[in-house]
Each structure stands twice: as structure tokens, then as C-alpha cells.
């Protein structure tokens, strides 16, 4: 259900299929990341729980990445400053969008979890106006349940256990 929406309507359907128009903007350790961008909302993707053994999974996106914060869903380590998150639970394959203080929204967004990990988000809502130039992503592969290390992400990282300001990709907003 989308909030306060006008005329535009989004540009994907959010099944837990992933959408062909996606960009791959990112790989590493079995992990990949998409994205596009239509003006208004952004739609971002990556393998489903299912793709990976026992591995919770984060789609971190950061306007700033500076400084570092808690890993999200009380994991451990940390991750480069998150505005928003989209996790998905192995345990029971529960997804949702969350943000920086891990409250679930539900106002302009969209999730669902099958074969990807599919999230869709009104910007404006969440980032404001006028929007920044671009935005910074990564996904995480977190060992379940709370306290799991980073077993997996994109971009591919350090090894070092967190997801750096480095380990993020940057998304230009263009329409």
C-alpha cells in the first residue's frame, strides 16, 4: 500500500522475483546487488536467504557514510551509517524495510523475499527534498540468529567482519 502517493505509480512488482530491468551494480562472496532508479522510487535486490546457508540478510543504503554504526539486527561489528535497511530472516524468511534506528516503516515501501530479496522505497519520504545526487549500497550475509559475524557481501569487502564506508557502492539518482 503506498502512502500519500499522486499520480505516479511504481515500476516494478515486488514478488521475490527479480525484476529484468535491474542493474548489477555489485558482487562478491555469492552476492549479488541491483538496483534502478525511475525518478521516484528505488528498487534494489539481491539473492534470498534461501541462496545462502543460515545467513541473515542486509541491503544497506547510506546517504552518509560516516560514522560507523552498530551492524543491523544486533549483529556484530559494524557497517558505514545506514539511512535505511531492507533485512530478510533465514530463520522463517520474514523480510522488511527498517530505519538507522531499526524501527520497522511501512509508509512508501515495498518488500517480499522468494529466490531475491526485493525492496522498492520512496525516497522523498525518507531522504527528503531535495534528494542527494546519489546514494550508497551494500548487502551483507549475517550468520542467524543475533550476535552472527559477516560471512558474505557486495561489494566484497576486507574480511575484516564490518561493512566499511569503502564497501559500499555508490548509486548515482538519475532518472
Same mark, same amino acid.
Given at each position: 500500500?503506498?502512502?500519500?502517493?499522486?499520480?505516479?505509480? @511504481? +515500476?516494478?512488482? /515486488?514478488?521475490?522475483?527479480?525484476?529484468?530491468? *535491474?542493474?548489477?551494480?555489485?558482487?562478491?562472496?555469492? /552476492?549479488?546487488?541491483? =538496483?534502478?532508479?525511475?525518478?521516484?522510487?528505488?528498487?534494489?535486490?539481491?539473492?534470498?536467504?534461501?541462496?545462502?546457508?543460515?545467513?541473515?540478510?542486509? /541491503?544497506?543504503?547510506?546517504?552518509?557514510? *560516516?560514522? +560507523?554504526?552498530?551492524?543491523?539486527?544486533?549483529?556484530?561489528?559494524?557497517?558505514?551509517?545506514?539511512?535505511?535497511?531492507?533485512?530478510?530472516?533465514?530463520?522463517?524468511?520474514?523480510?522488511?524495510?527498517?530505519?538507522?534506528?531499526?524501527?520497522?516503516?511501512?509508509?512508501?515501501?515495498?518488500?517480499?523475499?522468494?529466490?531475491?530479496?526485493?525492496?522498492?522505497?520512496?525516497?522523498?519520504?525518507?531522504?527528503?527534498?531535495?534528494?542527494?545526487?546519489?546514494?550508497?549500497?551494500?548487502?551483507?550475509?549475517?550468520?542467524? @540468529?543475533?550476535?552472527?559475524?559477516? *560471512?558474505?557481501?557486495?561489494?566484497?569487502?576486507?574480511?575484516?567482519?564490518?561493512?566499511?564506508? =569503502?564497501?559500499?557502492?555508490?548509486? @548515482?539518482?538519475?532518472?
Amino acid at each position: 500500500v503506498w502512502i500519500g502517493e499522486e499520480s505516479s505509480s @511504481p +515500476s516494478h512488482t /515486488i514478488d521475490g522475483a527479480l525484476d529484468t530491468t *535491474a542493474t548489477l551494480i555489485a558482487e562478491g562472496d555469492g /552476492i549479488h546487488l541491483y =538496483a534502478e532508479w525511475d525518478g521516484t522510487y528505488l528498487y534494489v535486490a539481491a539473492e534470498g536467504v534461501g541462496a545462502t546457508s543460515s545467513l541473515d540478510h542486509s /541491503i544497506l543504503l547510506g546517504v552518509e557514510l *560516516a560514522p +560507523s554504526a552498530s551492524a543491523p539486527w544486533a549483529k556484530a561489528g559494524t557497517v558505514a551509517s545506514r539511512k535505511l535497511f531492507l533485512g530478510n530472516e533465514d530463520s522463517n524468511n520474514w523480510c522488511g524495510w527498517f530505519n538507522e534506528s531499526e524501527g520497522v516503516v511501512t509508509g512508501d515501501v515495498q518488500s517480499a523475499s522468494g529466490a531475491y530479496l526485493e525492496g522498492l522505497v520512496k525516497l522523498e519520504t525518507y531522504l527528503g527534498s531535495p534528494l542527494p545526487a546519489g546514494v550508497y549500497l551494500a548487502v551483507g550475509g549475517y550468520d542467524s @540468529p543475533d550476535g552472527g559475524s559477516l *560471512a558474505a557481501q557486495a561489494p566484497a569487502g576486507n574480511d575484516d567482519g564490518n561493512v566499511d564506508a =569503502a564497501e559500499y557502492v555508490y548509486f @548515482p539518482l538519475t532518472a
